[in-house]
């Protein structure tokens, strides 16, 4: 009888494999960080095989380090930093250019021309997203258009897209599978969320041939299998999700109304709306969290472009700290920001703004701040991007958010997330088994192959580490967050002016 399951947790900096036992816990880790390619400004690239081989070296070091055999795993679950876009050649499997990274904004002027068309309201209503570069559809048409050959290839049906789930399960079954699931697909402004199905008009409007796309699939469900040769032993591949999904699986999030945030290289909070799409006023996303067997349950979902990404940048490009552990040790040198505030739109602004032309700045500097001023604003900046979202969230939902469960690597800065509660004035709520995203993706595949039998079982797992309750007064929040809308005004439409 099997007694675990594998998680590939594929991220925008790193892939990591994680191995589940039935009741939840990590039996073994493994992980492995990739090469960031940025061949202009505002340009990020991944090269496709290094995805595919970190991911299978760390899939078979946490399978070793767990000491389990491939006959012990119940399945593969797959989690993946969505919308990055890959293109390969079928006969060869050879990619054939670099993997354009959800961060690129190279495709701006091609969706601001979009936003001006007759279709630009079909694509709100028929996908749930914006109009942006963040989304795979205009990657995928400027891949075919800047790739010498691209066109013909796609034309004599030898060219396939996916987005990284897609490619990781191609190669996992040996070539053999090209399929995505729904919350990967609802990512590429290519695919109507209402029927979960490809649009061929809005794949006309991007000049998409049909032919490269991958078939649509459940999100647990079993996809194929590993080869023998490749671990072993076969192992179905059983579960697939984009991340910010899965962690909203993973967080238990299953009732219309509960909130999860992801901090990440990007900040994610999504809430689950139920089994009906909710169209947002207020700029935000409106995604599918998963499918399971026959039912769709759907999402409201913002984004933050930039979030753990800035204590990267305070590490590798200002150089003040020497690991992201400290920038809350430099943060806590000072009683407070200073008055300095920092916006991180180093890729332009996300939800609720939307600003692919806005650009990062540092407000409010006196001969008086320091370092610590700059680490606090940083972190701070995470907070105060957050407490946007959720402000268009509420207003969107109409529901009142009695609390906010958190994951991802800023979420065990103690700092930033008292802060974050300060900011939003309702409990920060943190899990002890705090790998949510691939723990989302195990649950997805579990369940599929019967590893679990329903989502009561699941749940009774979900245990909290820590919550972290509002303690700030309003009118001092009131101020902070009056100060923050100020300096993001200065950072809007920074290329443009």
């Known amino acids: 009888m099997p007694t675990c399951v594998l998680a590939l947790d594929q991220g925008t900096t790193s892939s990591r494999a994680i191995v589940f036992s039935h009741e939840g816990s990590i039996l073994a880790v493994a992980q492995k960080e990739f090469t960031q390619i940025f061949p202009r400004p505002g340009w ?11 991911q299978f070296t760390v899939a078979k070091a946490a399978l070793k380090k767990a000491g389990v055999s491939p006959a012990d795993v119940a399945g593969i679950g797959i989690t993946n930093q969505r919308e990055t876009t890959i293109l390969w050649d079928r006969r060869t499997g050879l990619p054939i250019h670099n993997a354009i990274v959800w961060q690129d904004r ?31 559809g205009t990657k995928i048409a400027w891949l075919l258009d800047n790739v010498p050959g691209a066109r013909e290839l796609a034309k004599a049906g030898y060219l396939a ?6 490619w990781l399960l191609w190669k996992l079954t040996g070539g053999t599978v090209h399929a995505t699931d729904v919350t ?52 179905p591949v059983a579960g697939i999700a984009g991340d910010q999904q899965a962690a909203l699986f993973g967080q238990m999030c299953v009732k219309p109304g509960m909130v999860k945030n992801t901090y990440g290289t990007g900040c994610f909070m999504l809430m689950n709306t139920g089994s009906r799409p909710k169209a947002s006023k207020n700029q935000l996303l409106t995604t599918i969290g998963w499918q399971i ?18 204590v990267q940048w305070l590490r590798d490009g200002l150089k003040i700290i020497k690991s992201s552990a400290d920038s809350e040790r430099l943060a806590l040198t000072v009683p407070d920001n200073g008055g300095v505030y920092l916006v991180p739109a180093f890729a332009g602004l996300g939800a609720p703004h939307w ?27 995470i907070a105060y991007q ?10 969107d939902a109409g529901m009142k958010i009695t609390s906010l469960r958190v994951d991802g690597g800023a979420a065990m800065n103690n700092l930033l997330m008292q802060f974050q509660a300060d900011m939003l004035g309702v409990p920060v709520v943190r899990p002890k088994i705090f790998e949510t995203t691939a723990l989302g993706a195990a649950f997805l595949a579990g369940l599929a192959t019967g590893f679990w039998k329903n989502r009561d079982e699941l749940s009774s797992q979900w245990q909290v580490d820590r919550t972290f309750e509002p303690a700030m007064p309003r009118a001092q929040v009131d101020t902070l967050r009056a100060g923050w809308r100020k300096a993001l005004e200065k950072s809007r439409n920074w290329e443009d002016s």
């Open 293 to 310: 067997g026959k039912n769709t349950e759907y999402a409201l979902e913002g984004s933050v472009f930039i979030a753990g990404a800035v």
């Open 106 to 136: 190279r495709t701006a002027g091609h969706c601001d021309r979009l936003r001006k068309s007759k279709k630009a309201d079909d694509f709100r209503q028929r996908t749930g997203l914006v109009i942006d570069a963040y989304f795979s």
């Open 161 to 166: 897209f996916g987005t990284v789930d897609t």
């Open 44 to 54: 990020v690239e991944h090269d496709p095989e290094e995805i595919w081989s970190s």
């Open 386 to 395: 957050v407490a946007d979202v959720l402000d268009a969230m509420r207003a």
């Open 184 to 235: 990967n697909a609802s990512r590429t402004l290519v695919c109507d969320i209402h029927k979960a199905q490809w649009d061929d008009e809005l794949l006309k409007a991007l000049k998409i041939p049909p032919s490269v796309l991958p078939q649509i699939r459940s999100s647990s469900e079993i996809f194929g299998e590993t080869p023998k040769g490749m671990f072993g032993a076969p192992i």
């Open 355 to 381: 600003d692919a032309y806005a650009r990062g700045i540092v407000a409010g500097l006196t001969r008086g701040a320091t370092g610590g001023h700059i680490a606090r604003a940083a972190l701070e900046s």
